[in-house]
């Protein structure tokens, strides 16, 4: 059974930063992509950043220059980097690992993240 348990979220003022972390059950080598995912209230679930075993790493325009997605393998764990911050972003953030950012088998519970203005 594959677990994925994030922490790091809070709330924060506009401009302030934050850094998430998605720890996983075993080696995070045996999935092919894992990505952080937001959806805030009334919208649909979307990508923010993704990161795929290779280490070749994608974002989302909304988080494109501000948002930064690593791993450390050895902790079998991927982190995300978040500053200046937006009351936009607010959401719940999700780990998800799987097979391409469209087929993911496995998501973590979710970590709130509030950005007050």
């Known amino acids: 059974q594959v677990q994925l348990v994030e922490s790091g979220g809070g709330l924060v003022q506009a401009g302030g930063s934050l850094r998430l972390e998605c720890a996983a059950s075993?080696?995070?080598?045996?999935?092919?992509?894992m990505g952080w995912y937001r959806q805030a209230p009334g919208k649909q679930r979307e990508l923010v950043a993704s990161?795929?075993?290779?280490?070749?790493?994608g974002y989302a325009d909304a988080a494109k220059g501000r948002f930064t997605i690593s791993r450390d393998i050895g902790k079998n764990r991927i982190s995300l980097q978040m500053s200046s911050l937006k009351p936009d972003d607010t959401a719940v953030y999700s780990c998800?690992?799987?097979?391409?950012?469209?087929?993911?088998?496995?998501w973590g519970r979710g970590t709130q993240v509030t950005v007050s203005s």
């Open positions: 990161i795929t075993k290779s280490g070749s790493t």
């Open positions: 075993g080696n995070i080598f045996r999935f092919n992509v």
């Open positions: 998800g690992a799987g097979w391409n950012t469209l087929s993911i088998d496995y």
